[in-house]
DNA sequence: TATGAATGAGCGTTCATTCAT
DNA sequence: GATGAATGAACGCTCATTCAT
């Protein structure tokens, strides 16, 4: 069978969705090397072949939640922004928060499995379907900007686009730095208080000197 | 055979370092997953079964890595402190833009691996050898801090040690989350201006905000 | 469902005729290891589950070419004997000379598929299927050789279609140890002129010794 | 560790030799796609893992053994020249024939295994390592025709070479056109006396025509 | 009768790890 | 301490076969 590629990843498929599901809950349980097709295929409840029938290998379904994830995040900010009107700079970086703070606290795994981009997704993921959930994401960042700007004049298109790219930047790099001072969530016996990283608060006053420097920039 | 330790990681064991040196070459040319045991002791002129006097796995020799790695990082700027006087915050300041500039260019790879971290590394590594390369980093942070601010009144030590720490997670973030429009190394049909990251200078940019939020606030 | 067998190996039927095709074409460019009921399928333009309503498995798919291809190849000879005449041992002779060399040179494939009867064919294809093939083309082969004979007396009928299973022989080991100065196609770096075989030539060659043996033998 | 290769497919290795002990052994119970890896592993009493040191798979050992094999029967041969004097041609096709007698007799499987060469064997065996077998058996056969033919005038070398190949061509084929009248060694109801081939006799038969005509030609 | 998604047993192969030398 | 051949558990993946539509 061709691997399904109408919908980029099988978005829609709700085998595709089960098998994805599967392995994200895997992820928050077990090193991503320790994650084997077996058990993805187990907890999905499919059989092992049909992972095979709508991705190539493990790397593949770890892209497409990356990307079907984030893609998800952004069709939530539309509907959101469907309902409310952005008047002004002060509001747009308000709302951007918001959304920021959406990211780390419902998303962090999304945000986290980007870590795992260059060293083993894109190397094995199919580069096809990768670049059509880019394109996709893409496409939703520019809707969401152009509806959220809409009603405020003097804001570069460019820039808040651009924010949107540094917000995962952001979020990921607190991932991955903080808990410096665990390893596998078990306490270093030496207190290192200032290597800890409150990844909420510090990724939303980070973005938001970001935005200051964007918005409203003398 | 005890694994060696009597400092950590076999840190100057030439045998260890080759290993270490091996590896992190092949980091630079293949996916994580796909380097093996059997590439690093080639890699690095050793027998197999050599490394596994010095490293417990793959997990760990990665692990070791990025603490060596940070560890020298640590070190070079100790030896520039010792030649240079930094008199006022925006001495200060300027001496940390500095280092960023050196850990983006010559230490990316270093960084990076970071983002291995959680799904990979910690699980497998060496729990002693972790704490211990940490600890050993969070002393030398300590040492540079202090020497760093001696002579500036008025500057929270807390507050910059901590700086480190965001310094990497900005860097980290903004190499997971640059070059969404390509897919190893193979640029996307459509072009995405808006997604493109200039690490070097957007790192320095985003931390420089934040050192003025420290260093600087009313 | 039964195995639709009313004609052997459902000579006539124009789904099973069109599956043994992409079979043929399959085996002059893959391996038949590597030649998989899925790309049959494809290239036949039919459901995978349908081949299944014409044949057992892989093996019997080729017993089928096998059969049906040799015995389309006694049917040509059929026809031709319907409009010549065969007048005495040296006309016979040519006669079978002749066929070999279409034999060589038309149905290559079809005596090659041989090689594979042992340790491959027979072991799984349908026996009842293989024995009726079989039969129908000793049927055939008996026909020939009467008319063949009928003008020639003192001819044993029965070294003549035995004739027929030697000359197969001749072939298919010409064809089995021609080429063995190259792999795949890639010929050696040493010259070995005396390992070559032409095929057509001494194949003839040497069945004519054959049949000079039987026909004229003092 | 790199596939042993100073002598051509591990030939001396007590490994090695092994493995294409049980595969030679397998090969006479169970259709060649049915033999298993596993089950070559278990009949050599060689961990599964012990076979890939060797071998780059199934094809490869199989190729080794038709290597191995024929050049084992070559040596064979120079060791009785040693121990005989041939003094004309009538002697030559004696030895000659003598030889087609052993090998038909004790090297069936190997001639057989011919058969797989082009569909399975050439497709993924070691190309090196076949070409280096093909030379070393050329090399044999060609000081096995100069030693046989040393006091005879008038002979060919070439013909005499070109021989060693038609002999295994005639072998081959008769064994693949032998028992048409039996499926999996089951007779067919109908009696078929001219399908049925006696490989020894017919083999000596044909291969002496093919003597006399180039040894003995006007 | 044709279809093709789902299946899952079982394959070849890998590779971290061991351990006799 | 270094070696590297041997190991064998465990992996990803295949693909013939089934069967509901």
Chains 1, 2, 3, 4 share one sequence.
Do not use: W
Not at 58 to 75: R, V
Not at 174 to 193: C, E, K, S, T, Y
């Amino acid at each position: 069978m061709e691997i399904e590629n109408s919908n980029s990843y099988g978005r829609k498929n709700p085998r595709a969705l089960k098998i994805r599901k599967a392995a994200y809950e895997l992820i928050t349980e077990v090193p991503f090397e320790d994650i084997t097709m077996t058990a993805i295929a187990e907890r999905a409840g499919v059989a092992k072949g049909t992972i095979f029938n709508y991705f190539r290998n493990k790397e593949d379904i770890f892209m497409a939640i990356s990307l079907t994830g984030y893609q998800y995040f952004c069709e939530e900010i539309e509907k959101q922004l469907a309902e409310i009107e952005i008047k002004d700079k002060v509001e747009l970086k308000q709302f951007l928060l918001e959304q920021t703070q959406t990211l780390v606290q419902e998303y962090q795994i999304i945000i986290l499995i980007n870590s795992l981009r260059r060293f083993s997704l894109e190397a094995h993921a199919d580069p096809i379907q990768t670049e059509e959930g880019r394109t996709r994401i893409f496409l939703l960042i520019n809707n969401i900007v152009k509806e959220a700007v809409k009603n405020i004049p003097d804001v570069d298109l460019s820039e808040i686009r651009h924010a949107f790219i540094i917000q995962g930047a952001i979020l990921n790099g607190m991932l991955n730095f903080g808990n410096l001072d665990q390893v596998n969530n078990i306490q270093f016996n030496m207190a290192m208080p200032d290597m800890v990283v409150n990844v909420v608060d510090e990724s939303i006053n980070l973005f938001s000197l970001y935005l200051d420097s964007i918005l409203f920039k003398k």
